[in-house]
């Protein structure tokens, strides 16, 4: 059972050949067996889940079924679940219990999804290998015995769904952490245009970056996923009153009978090294796209190179001051010392990890007064002029196509300096600067047997045709990531 997509299972569920206990009870006993070993969860819900599928099945009884009604999902443990304890993975938030809903599970669970549990993910979704977790890394199910990198941050999110311990999931994306994971682990994971999921509710990282999306073994099925999760919502301020996603389920050909696409190639990224295998994969997906009659131009984004610097300052700069709320007064951690200011110091020290305090100390640094000009102010330049690129080089071509990384998952113990994990993010950055949707679908798996991801990037709401072209890429790539096989059994 744990074989079917979302579009399968809901087929299955309407004309009541399965009940969504059932497929629920088949994701609780893949939890069961696999859980531990994937690390894939940080807190499971299992009553919840049974719950929550009992009352999807009254519902299919009753004829008033929901859009995703008994589809068992992970939810990455950056988005507050009400009385379900949500952690950002960090020992700061290890014991927080929420009382109340981010805006995206909530329209999930108005979409009548069932909710196994809370994903693992980098510390406060800061990371690329989801190693940064205070409960430890989660583990790509590709090849287990390996113990290779689910990527990150949305680590926990990817191992659940390609390990077969939930359906589909959600991630959320301020540099690449939807995007990344997924191509490590063969799956569709799908950073939208900001403003088109609320961010309310969900822990944040990097506001004016950070970006809730889906994470699903199709791109049907992610549709579906973002159909639910998006809209506008006036609790946050950054929504957009456009914000509006609808499918059915079935993303529609771009191409194909007299069609005609432009599919922009960034220049700049030709100069960037990545591997044969990403290389021959990559080429090999863009003669099928000009096969089935797409044109393909070169199109030049200037600045993109130069994305990475400017994230790296808008990050943590925006991290430390949203961060700043973790001061043991409120909520969260409190470790006691000699004072309130003792206090403070004390509790955020013992409570961060490593990684989350060096971004604190580089925002704080790139934000004082003798720094915001030099550093602060350049990155925003910078950002500004890579947005500006991207709207002229989508006035040359419709949609644009690049790698989602250089080369296939790493194993967890690989011992990487903070810069060399930072440029793991070279492909994913500069499109969260510019706020601009962007998939990443898997393009074939290397000589080494793991999936490559590539990317489907388009102008701000073309959200509908970057899962269209997409959907060409997964059906001429053609690789198989049913977690049975996945897990060799
Ligand atoms: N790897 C990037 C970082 O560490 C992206 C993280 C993300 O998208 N949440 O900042």
Same mark, same amino acid.
């Given at each position: 059972?744990?074989?079917?997509?979302?579009?399968e299972?809901l087929?299955?569920?309407?004309?009541?050949?399965?009940?969504?206990?059932?497929?629920?009870?088949?994701?609780?006993?893949? $939890? #069961? =067996?696999?859980?531990? *070993?994937?690390?894939?969860?940080?807190?499971? !819900?299992?009553?919840? +889940?049974?719950?929550? @599928?009992?009352?999807?099945?009254?519902?299919?009884?009753?004829?008033?079924?929901?859009?995703?009604?008994?589809?068992?999902?992970?939810?990455?443990?950056?988005?507050?679940t009400?009385g379900?304890?949500?952690?950002?993975?960090?020992r700061?938030?290890?014991n927080?219990?929420?009382?109340?809903?981010?805006?995206?599970?909530?329209?999930?669970?108005?979409?009548?999804?069932?909710?196994?549990?809370?994903?693992?993910l980098?510390?406060?979704?800061?990371?690329?290998?989801?190693?940064?977790?205070f409960f430890?890394?989660?583990?790509?199910p590709?090849? $287990? #015995? =390996?113990?290779?990198? *689910?990527?990150g941050s949305?680590?926990?999110? !990817?191992?659940?769904? +390609?390990?077969?311990? @939930?359906?589909?999931?959600?991630?959320?994306?301020?540099?690449?952490?939807?995007?990344?994971?997924?191509?490590m682990?063969?799956?569709?994971?799908?950073?939208?245009t900001?403003?088109?999921?609320?961010?309310?509710?969900?822990?944040?990282?990097a506001?004016?970056?950070?970006t809730?999306?889906?994470?699903?073994?199709?791109?049907?099925?992610?549709?579906?996923m973002?159909?639910?999760?998006?809209?506008?919502?006036?609790?946050?301020?950054?929504s957009?009153?456009?914000?509006?996603?609808?499918?059915?389920g079935?993303?529609?050909?771009?191409?194909?009978?007299?069609k005609?696409?432009?599919?922009g190639?960034?220049?700049?990224?030709?100069?960037?090294?990545?591997?044969?295998d990403?290389?021959n994969?990559?080429?090999?997906?863009?003669?099928?796209?000009?096969?089935?009659?797409?044109?393909?131009?070169?199109?030049s984004?200037?600045n993109?190179?130069?994305?990475?610097?400017?994230y790296?300052?808008?990050?943590?700069a925006?991290?430390?001051?949203?961060?700043?709320?973790?001061?043991?007064?409120r909520?969260?951690?409190?470790v006691?010392?000699?004072?309130?200011?003792?206090?403070?110091?004390?509790?955020r020290?013992?409570?961060?990890?490593?990684?989350?305090?060096?971004?604190?100390?580089?925002?704080?640094?790139?934000?004082?007064?003798?720094?915001?000009?030099?550093?602060?102010?350049?990155?925003?330049?910078?950002?500004?002029?890579?947005?500006?690129s991207?709207?002229?080089?989508?006035?040359?071509?419709?949609?644009?196509?690049?790698?989602?990384?250089?080369?296939?998952?790493?194993?967890?113990?690989s011992?990487?300096?903070?810069?060399?994990?930072?440029a793991?993010?070279l492909f994913?950055?500069?499109?969260?600067?510019?706020?601009?949707?962007?998939v990443?679908?898997?393009?074939?798996?290397?000589?080494?047997?793991?999936?490559?991801?590539?990317?489907?990037?388009?102008p701000?709401?073309?959200?509908?045709?970057?899962?269209?072209?997409?959907?060409?890429?997964?059906?001429?790539?053609?690789?198989?990531?049913r977690?049975?096989?996945?897990?060799?059994?």
């Open positions: 059972m744990i074989n079917l997509t979302i579009k299972a087929e299955k569920l309407k004309n009541r050949s399965i009940s969504a206990t059932e497929l629920t009870r088949a994701y609780l006993e893949r $939890i #069961e =067996k696999y859980g531990s *070993a994937l690390n894939c969860y940080i807190t499971t !819900t299992p009553e919840r +889940a049974l719950k929550d @599928a009992a009352e999807s099945d009254e519902r299919y009884k009753n004829g008033n079924s929901l859009p995703l009604d008994g589809m068992p999902i992970a939810m990455k443990d950056l988005f507050a009400r379900i304890r949500t952690t950002a993975a960090s700061m938030l290890e927080f219990v929420p009382h109340y809903e981010s805006t995206v599970s909530q329209n999930l669970i108005n979409a009548g999804t069932v909710l196994l549990g809370k994903a693992n980098d510390e406060f979704a800061m990371g690329t290998f989801s190693k940064t977790s430890g890394a989660p583990v790509n590709w090849q $287990i #015995e =390996k113990h290779l990198t *689910a990527g949305s680590g926990g999110s !990817t191992s659940s769904v +390609a390990g077969g311990l @939930a359906i589909a999931a959600t991630g959320t994306d301020t540099g690449g952490s939807i995007r990344f994971p997924s191509a682990t063969g799956l569709v994971g799908m950073k939208p900001y403003g088109l999921c609320s961010r309310w509710g969900c822990i944040a990282f506001s004016s970056l950070d809730p999306g889906p994470i699903a073994r199709t791109v049907d099925d992610a549709a579906l973002l159909s639910a999760m998006a809209g506008h919502d006036d609790k946050d301020s950054t957009s009153p456009e914000a509006h996603f609808d499918s059915d079935n993303v529609q050909p771009i191409l194909g009978d007299g005609k696409l432009k599919v190639i960034i220049k700049e990224f030709n100069s960037v090294k990545i591997s044969d990403m290389k994969l990559f080429e090999k997906r863009i003669a099928d796209l000009k096969s089935m009659g797409a044109e393909i131009v070169e199109v984004i200037p993109i190179l130069d994305a990475l610097a400017a790296y300052i808008i990050a943590p925006e991290a430390s001051s949203n961060l700043a709320r973790y001061d043991g007064m909520y969260g951690l409190r006691e010392g000699d004072g309130p200011y003792d206090t403070y110091k004390k509790t020290a013992a409570g961060f990890g490593e990684e989350v305090q060096r971004r604190m100390l580089i925002g704080t640094a790139v934000l004082s007064s003798e720094s915001y000009e030099v550093y602060f102010m350049q990155a925003a330049r910078v950002r500004r002029m890579i947005s500006d991207f709207k002229t080089a989508f006035e040359q071509c419709d949609l644009i196509v690049c790698p989602a990384s250089a080369g296939t998952a790493m194993p967890l113990d011992d990487l300096t903070p810069l060399e994990y930072y793991l993010d994913t950055v500069a499109m969260n600067l510019a706020g601009v949707p962007a990443s679908v898997p393009c074939g798996l290397a000589q080494n047997g793991l999936p490559l991801g590539m990317q489907v990037v388009g701000r709401f073309a959200d509908m045709r970057v899962l269209q072209l997409a959907k060409h890429i997964e059906t001429s790539a053609n690789i198989d990531n977690p049975t096989t996945i897990m060799g059994e």
